[in-house]
Structure formats: C-alpha cells, structure tokens
C-alpha cells in the first residue's frame, strides 16, 4: 500500500527544537519531490517547505525560513523537517505530501502529527 | 507570493443542487508555454488529510466523481459541484503551483442546507 505516515510532533516549549518524520512505503520515494503542509488549529491549509528528489533544491516559506530545514534520506525512504526556535504559532498538525507525477499537485498525504508549542 | 482568494467563506447547497467556489489569484498561473493552469483542487473532510480533486484547474484526479470539475483561466477558477451529495460536505482548497513558493486559498466550507 502507497502511503506517508508522519511522526515526532508534541508539546515543546517557546524557543524548543523538535524533529518531524515522514516515511514513505510503496514508492520510488527519491523520484518524487516531498513536501510539508501545516494546518493551525481550526485555520486553513499553509505549505511549509519543500525538496526535490534527490535533495538538492529546497525552499521555504517566509514564516518558517531560516529556523525550519528540510532533508531527507531516499535510502530509508524517509522526509525531515527540523524546526528550531518555535513560537506559539507554529501550533499545528503538520502532514507531509508528495508530488504528483502528472503535475505539481500534492496526490498523497500522509495522516499529520500534531505539534504544540507552548509553555 | 501569488495570493489566493476564495469565495464565498461557506456555502449551505441542498442535496442534489449545484455548489460553485470560486478563487482567485493575485497574478496569473497560466504559463504560457504549455497553456496550462497551475492551479489544484482539494476536499478536506474533518480530522482527515486533504484529497487532492483536480489538477491542472480542470483535469480530474483518478477516482474523483464526475460531479466535481473545474474551470477557469489565468486568475479565476471555479470549482463546481454539479449535484451536491451527503459525502461532499467538506471544506474546499485551491492552490497554485505556478511560483516555487505554493499557497493555497483560505478554503470553502461546503454544507448541506
């Protein structure tokens, strides 16, 4: 079965570091560029940041850039986000999405792991 | 970044009835080499990931019903629902994927009135 499943949210404090994961099954993950997509509680959809399949490229959006990275390891079919210096409003589910092949729209989520920042 | 804007916020449609959302870009996503939109539909039913409906602005995702299409050029697109289901009540996203930098719109909340 083709899916993502993401893990590594919780509760961290202002300021804190925490690592999220997503590891993909059922893919040729290193062909695809992955992404991640936050959602604030009851808000709308917000894309994260993005790699290309092999990793070379990246790119953020401005909210997150410069205390966020994304990296990932296609041998361990897996996709990382480290977040650094979080604020209270970085409160979300973060989901990792792929790329489809056809466009570049997002044809696979995983299921989110919840991240609260606070004190 | 290219702003996405939809419209309305929510909508209450009876079953069986025509639901339209519409969104518009701050700048086109028509890119003029392959006249394509890049522009993307999602369906967001609660405590679940987005789906991912149409792509393209007007190709429908395999296994999407064919009630769902979409349409529009440049900055404005709708999504229509031609005969709303019980199923379809949902929260509804556009997005560009024109700039490296994606956004989608503010969302649609889909009801049954």
Redesign the interface.
Known sequence: EVQLLESGGGLVQPGGSLRLSCAASGLSFSSYAM?W?RQAPGK????VS?MSGGGSNS?Y??SVKGRFTISRDNSKNTLYLQMNSLRAEDTAVY?C?KR?T??????L????TVVTVSS | DIVMTQSPDSLAVSLGERATINCKSSQSVLYSSNNKNYLAWYQQKPGQPPKLLIYWASTRESGVPGRFSGSGSGTDFTLTISSLQAEDVAVYYCQQYYSTLLTFGGGTKVEIK
């Not at chain 1, 709308?44 to 894309?47: F, S």
């Not at chain 1, 056809?102 to 044809?107: I, P, T």
């Open positions: 992404n997509v709308g959809l917000e894309w993005v790119y959006a401005d989901y999405a489809s056809w466009s570049d729209a997002f044809d989520w995983g299921q989110g």
